[in-house]
């Protein structure tokens, strides 16, 4: 499996930005899907993920009511949509998927896309 990541970028303060993760390969393998993010000096952390229908969602405290993640299977693509975005919210965010092949469960990572907020 490959990711993929795009639409990060300079934003404002109170901004909007809205990312995807493209995967292809052996897409049918892939389970849950989620969104992490890593700020110079910090630890990678959570900021999203959802199950393979996308019907369960779970959010970081410090984003919720703010960024919406969701999947469209049928294009191979997860997004995540970021509003009211806020310099703290600057760092790589990178886009992970779970597969599950052969009774073993894989993480696959992308790049990352920088998401840079000014105040």
């Known amino acids: 499996v490959q990711l993929v990541e795009s639409g990060g970028g300079l934003v404002q303060a109170g901004g909007s930005l809205r990312l995807s993760c493209a995967a292809s390969g052996s897409t049918f393998s892939i389970t849950a899907m989620g969104w992490y993010r890593q700020a110079p000096g910090k630890q990678r952390e959570l900021v999203s993920e959802?199950?393979?229908?996308?019907?369960?969602?779970n959010y970081a405290d410090s984003v919720k009511g703010r960024f919406t993640i969701s999947r469209a299977n049928a294009k191979n693509t997860m997004y995540l949509q970021m509003n009211s975005l806020k310099p703290e919210d600057t760092a790589v965010y990178y886009c992970?998927?779970?597969?599950?092949?052969?009774?073993?469960?894989?993480?696959?990572w992308g790049q990352g896309t920088q998401v840079t907020v000014s105040s």
């Open positions: 959802t199950s393979s229908g996308g019907t369960r969602t």
């Open positions: 992970k998927a779970v597969t599950f092949q052969m009774a073993t469960l894989y993480d696959y």
